[in-house]
């Protein structure tokens, strides 16, 4: 194996437990038509890297942006956003001179705008919440319930419960998840709790990652977004995930931000030929 052509430089990251794989795509050229297996095999746990998504980042033609991602999630499923994502690709491409501390970027759900904040947290503003349904009907496990959605880049289902702690959200997210009025795209799932008007405890059951997951940017953003819109919670409100940590949501008119930590746990070299991948 050519110890050059066979490897690729890569970068592990994670934002509130979300973690990610990025390539620089600008050295590399992977094309769009065999991204989606990369992802599979590169997010696979044990036998890959490990990863809940594989993100490909690379110049853009359009003056308005400084760069533009592909987001894959480990499945192989391509997604139109993702909020700890687009926290730690705004932190990443500045390290490596591919914009500046405040820049936008093209993604499937539109351009996101980014900062670098004093406490060292990345900012991003999300596209516009679109879709807005309250009081959804809906028939789970324990029979005909409510349960509400809006689209905050992805699809989310929120549903609001007395303890999100105390739910088996495996079982529930893929029963929502799967559920005929998400049909045919399915959805995100968020079972959230109401701590008081500034903090909320929320759970998701992540669409291609088939699982829960430690923390959902978008996810929580529809989760405040739905809290707020039923007059539960302020515009200005704290996220407690899955794994601990906080994400900080506010809405601003229109505008939706979303603010946390995104760190780059290592840099390295992925071996393509352990993975059955070829830049060929």
């Given at each position: 194996?050519?110890?050059?052509?066979?490897?690729?430089?890569?970068?592990?990251?994670?934002?509130?437990?979300?973690?990610?794989?990025?390539?620089?795509?600008?050295?590399?050229?992977?094309?769009?038509?065999h991204?989606?297996?990369w992802?599979?095999?590169?997010?696979?746990?044990?036998?890959?890297?490990?990863?809940?998504?594989?993100?490909f980042?690379e110049?853009s033609?359009?003056?308005?942006?400084?760069?533009?991602?592909?987001?894959?999630?480990?499945?192989?499923?391509?997604?139109?956003?993702?909020?700890?994502?687009?926290?730690?690709?705004?932190?990443?491409?500045?390290?490596?001179?591919?914009?500046?501390?405040?820049?936008?970027?093209?993604t499937?759900?539109g351009p996101?705008?980014?900062?670098?904040?004093?406490?060292?947290?990345i900012?991003?503003?999300?596209?516009?919440?679109?879709?807005?349904?309250?009081?959804?009907?809906?028939?789970?496990k324990?029979?005909?319930?409510?349960?509400?959605f809006?689209?905050?880049?992805?699809?989310?289902?929120?549903?609001?419960?007395?303890?999100?702690?105390?739910?088996?959200?495996?079982?529930?997210?893929?029963?929502?998840?799967y559920?005929?009025?998400?049909?045919?795209?399915?959805?995100?799932?968020?079972?959230?709790?109401?701590i008081?008007?500034?903090?909320?405890?929320?759970?998701?059951?992540?669409?291609?990652?088939e699982?829960?997951?430690?923390?959902?940017?978008?996810?929580?953003?529809?989760?405040?977004?739905?809290?707020?819109?039923?007059?539960l919670?302020?515009?200005?409100?704290?996220?407690?995930?899955?794994?601990?940590?906080?994400?900080?949501?506010?809405?601003?008119?229109?505008?939706?931000?979303?603010?946390?930590?995104?760190?780059?746990i290592?840099?390295?070299?992925?071996?393509?030929?352990?993975?059955g991948?070829?830049?060929?």
């Amino acid at each position: 194996m050519n110890p050059t052509k066979g490897l690729v430089a890569i970068y592990k990251m994670q934002g509130c437990g979300n973690d990610f794989v990025f390539i620089d795509n600008r050295e590399y050229n992977v094309p769009v038509s065999h991204m989606s297996e990369w992802a599979q095999k590169i997010c696979r746990r044990a036998f890959g890297v490990g990863a809940d998504g594989l993100v490909f980042l690379e110049n853009s033609d359009e003056p308005a942006l400084d760069y533009r991602w592909h987001f894959y999630n480990a499945d192989g499923s391509r997604a139109e956003m993702c909020g700890n994502a687009s926290r730690c690709a705004a932190k990443l491409a500045v390290e490596i001179g591919l914009a500046g501390p405040v820049h936008t970027f093209g993604t499937d759900a539109g351009p996101i705008r980014a900062e670098f904040c004093d406490d060292g947290e990345i900012k991003v503003e999300l596209t516009p919440p679109q879709g807005l349904e309250l009081n959804k009907p809906i028939t789970l496990k324990d029979g005909d319930d409510e349960i509400h959605f809006v689209n905050t880049g992805v699809p989310h289902a929120v549903y609001v419960a007395e303890d999100a702690s105390a739910l088996n959200v495996k079982e529930l997210g893929a029963l929502v998840r799967y559920h005929d009025v998400f049909a045919p795209a399915g959805t995100n799932a968020n079972f959230m709790s109401i701590i008081d008007r500034e903090n909320v405890h929320l759970r998701t059951y992540e669409r291609g990652v088939e699982d829960e997951t430690f923390a959902c940017g978008t996810g929580a953003v529809a989760g405040v977004v739905v809290a707020n819109a039923l007059g539960l919670t302020g515009t200005d409100v704290r996220v407690k995930s899955s794994g601990g940590e906080i994400l900080s949501i506010s809405i601003e008119g229109n505008s939706v931000f979303l603010k946390g930590k995104a760190l780059v746990i290592y840099s390295g070299n992925a071996v393509l030929e352990s993975l059955g991948l070829t830049l060929d």
